[in-house]
């Protein structure tokens, strides 16, 4: 069913968007960029091929999107606390040549925030070529922390892509099982090189693959000190020697190359074994220290106040299989669920109360042994606790606020969350965007 993309379908994406009154080039404008012969480079600064959105808490953001691609695309803020309307329900299509606004109103935790395209059934192609941005969430009280900034405070969004022998993208699905590539981009340039001084950075780590869980470590050896989950900060800093980030996950990190000396190379690597297509590449970027530096940055011992949601609360507890299985026919295809049946957009399997706090079940359940793949499962709206993995407590790595739980094979997680913000219609979904085009995906509506 999968084609490879041909050169002018790559080369007619284009779009255009308009934030608030500043003029953005729009997330498919990326697509054309991405496209051109990669090439390695020195420096990595925010490249426009992330199209940065940077917000600030309490201050509504309105994008407009104008669609100028031959396909209908739908825009979702992950991670966003938004209104359903402006939310990308997976059939809120922008079709070819038509405009839509969404409202951002900014109301939740400072975070890395990303953007990406969520149309129905072709989500994981129009994201592999180029439909995703980083929205940088800022507020005050993080900015009083003095955490690198500027120039040290850079966004590492990771991204594993094929290509064929003209540099354009291969998009193979592998039969609905995973879209993998074996070459790391990062912020869209393969294998980068950055040069760094010695002193603390801040990095802002998006795993942006459509199919590929990774598993972050330093070559040194050193722990990575990370700061952030998904939703923000944690309320102190915790040294890793090994961060698991699966698709959609953020962490953030702050890495000191004042312990290294000038001249020294780090690689952040991938620890992870290669699968399925067997093409992961182990070198996701590399740190070369090259000058010393003043470092008038803190790394406070306390971050924030993460405040918990008392398990409690819960007025009840849902509970999500998620499952997959061969399809009859040639070639066999997968065919993934929820609860054993496919997204439907008219039926909400859970209906949360408003204010409501709920626990909800995810169990990741192999059938016959086999297709067993990780789900990373995104809970649309809510910001919500990671409370319990197979029966004991969350891993350090994940006890802030999360949007996205990575559930492995025959594994299962327990959330809590507070259905609030706003009411209406939203998903929950597995954020391996094959598995989710091929039905991992449940509408809950708030009420
Ligand atoms: Cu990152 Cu429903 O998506
Ligand atoms: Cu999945």
């Not at 606790?385 to 594994?411: L, M, Q, S």
């Amino acid at each position: 069913m999968d084609t490879r993309p041909s050169r002018r379908e790559l080369l007619t994406l284009g779009s255009s968007a308009l934030l608030a009154s500043v003029a953005l080039r729009s997330a498919v404008n990326a697509a054309e960029t991405e496209t051109r012969i990669p090439r390695f480079q020195v420096s990595l600064p925010i490249p426009e091929v992330l199209n940065p959105v940077k917000a600030r808490r309490g201050r509504t953001v309105v994008v407009r999107h104008t669609n100028e691609l031959r396909t209908s695309t739908v825009v979702h803020l992950h991670g966003g606390v938004t209104p359903p309307e402006s939310d990308g329900f997976p059939t809120d299509h922008i079709m070819p040549g038509v405009s839509r606004t969404y409202t951002y109103p900014n109301d939740g935790r400072a975070a890395t925030l990303w953007y990406h395209d969520h149309a129905m059934d072709h989500t994981g192609r129009n994201v592999y070529m180029g439909l995703a941005g980083l929205y940088l969430l800022e507020d005050r009280g993080e900015s009083a922390l003095r955490l690198p900034a500027g120039a040290f405070d850079v966004p590492l969004v990771i991204q594993d892509r094929l290509f064929d022998a003209d540099g354009a993208f291969v998009y193979d699905t592998f039969h609905r099982l995973a879209a993998k590539g074996g070459v790391m981009l990062v912020n869209g340039a393969p294998w980068p090189r950055l040069e760094v001084a010695a002193r603390k950075y801040r990095f802002r780590i998006l795993n942006a693959s459509n199919a590929t869980p990774l598993r972050l470590a330093l070559s040194s050896g050193r722990p990575l000190v990370q700061i952030a989950t998904d939703g923000g900060l944690l309320p102190v800093p915790v040294p890793l020697r090994e961060i698991p980030l699966a698709m959609a996950e953020r962490v953030e990190v702050v890495i000191d190359f004042a312990a290294y000396p000038v001249g020294a190379r780090v690689i952040l690597q991938n620890l992870n074994d290669r699968d399925i297509s067997g093409r992961v590449s182990d070198e996701i970027i590399r740190f070369d220290v090259v000058r010393s530096e003043e470092d008038d940055s803190a790394l406070p011992g306390r971050l924030s106040d993460v405040q918990a949601i008392p398990a409690d609360a819960a007025v009840r507890t849902r509970h999500f299989v998620f499952a997959g299985g061969p399809e009859l026919g040639f070639p066999p295809v997968t065919h993934w669920t929820i609860n054993g049946r496919d997204f439907e957009i008219d039926r909400p399997v859970a209906t949360p109360r408003y204010g409501d706090v709920e626990i909800w079940h995810f169990e990741n359940r192999r059938r016959l042994g086999i297709l067993g793949l990780i789900h990373p499962v995104h809970v649309h709206l809510v910001n919500f606790r990671v409370i319990e993995r197979d029966g004991g407590p969350p891993p350090p790595h994940e006890t802030g606020w999360k949007d996205t739980v990575a559930v492995a094979k025959g594994h299962e997680a327990k959330i809590v969350a507070r259905f609030e913000g706003y009411r209406g219609r939203y998903v929950v979904h597995c954020h391996n965007l094959e598995h989710e085009d091929h039905a991992m995906m449940a509408r809950f509506d708030v009420v």
